[in-house]
Each structure stands twice: as C-alpha cells, then as structure tokens.
C-alpha cells in the first residue's frame, strides 16, 4: 500500500482524472468495516483505508486514535462513474452506519470515530444533500441525521496491516464486526 498523501488533490479541486476515474471518501467509523462493502462491485478500482479531515499530516494510527488529531478513520475509493454512479456508492455509504451518532459509530467512540461525506466536487456535494436530504425525510430514524458533507482534503492512507483487513485477518475481523453492535444496527435499520 503506498504511504504516500492520494493523489486526491487534482480531484479535491474538481479536476477530473484523465483516465475518468474518480474518488469517493467516506468515513462511516473504524475503517475496517467501510472497506468489503465497497471493494466487491464492478466499477470499484480501489478502496484505501486512511486518515482524513485533520490538522496533522502525515499522522499514525496511535495519533488518530489518541482524538488529537481531528482526522477521522475514512476509506477514499477510487471508482468508474460509467460502471457505478457515485450515487449509488452514497446508498451502500449510508447503509453502512449509523447516521444519527455524533460520538462515535457502535463500540468506538471519539471523534476520529465520527461519519462524515467529504466531497471532491460541487456534484457530489449535491449529490451527498440530496441524498441525507431523502434520508431524513424518510423516517427510517427516529432522531436528526447528523452526518456532515465536508469538503475533501489530504487523505493519508493507514498503515500496510489495516489496509484490506477483512481478508487478511478475517476471523479477527469478524468477531470484532460481531462485537460492536454494526451487524445488529444495520440489520434493524437497513434490512428491507
């Protein structure tokens, strides 16, 4: 995995990639769990899990998890807007966690924990209010939806071991997944 800041910038401003790839960030809690709901549909080149949203470049794990660094856990996913609409990546994003917790997601707290969309450019911000928009609308919760659309910034992506965890350690991931109360959550709000 590269240790490297992404190559998000161009795409931060709004500038398309020449080979029309775009990138989508996303932070829905521990970035384990974001990354085998996105990796697995045609059109997904990618899916980095990494830091975003903070004040330190370059930061470690330890950093983040120390909730000094204003970065939250998130997964930048690099994907054909011909193959997978990025709305439909917002569908799968929101399905994923709990948008109506400002502390945290399920057994991780803190703020490095917290959701957010960041946004590369305008049409996915309309895009991303539209979609929380629909969302609240629903009724499918019973209090506000409190995740943010940001703008996208340095994505650093995590250390080699957190990178494609659920394949590489997937009994692990597995049961820290079953302990923290995601399956349950996702299984009552999202299971139609």
Request: hydrophobic share 30%; with cysteine.
């Amino acid at each position: 995995m590269p240790t490297y800041v992404s190559d998000a910038s161009a795409c931060q401003q709004g500038t398309p990639r020449q080979d029309g790839l775009q990138l989508a960030t996303f932070a829905g809690g521990c970035f384990w769990c974001m990354v085998k709901p996105f990796d697995q549909w045609d059109g997904v080149h990618a899916v980095v899990s990494g830091y975003t949203g903070g004040h330190i470049p370059h930061p470690t794990y330890e950093q983040v998890k120390s909730q000094t660094t204003g970065h939250l856990e998130a997964v930048q996913i690099t994907f054909d807007p011909a193959i997978i609409p990025y709305s439909q990546l917002l569908e799968l994003y929101w399905a994923q966690i709990d948008p109506t917790d400002d502390g945290g997601q399920f057994q991780d707290r803190g703020e490095s924990y917290t959701t957010a969309i960041f946004v590369h450019n305008e049409e996915q911000r309309r895009l991303a209010e539209a979609s929380r928009t629909e969302l609240a609308a629903s009724g499918r919760f019973d209090r506000p939806i409190v995740t943010p659309i940001r703008d996208a910034g340095p994505f650093y992506p995590a250390e080699d071991y957190h990178q494609d965890y659920y394949r590489k350690e997937p009994e692990h991931y597995a049961a820290d997944r079953a302990q923290s109360g995601r399956d349950d959550f996702l299984e009552k709000h999202w299971e139609k």
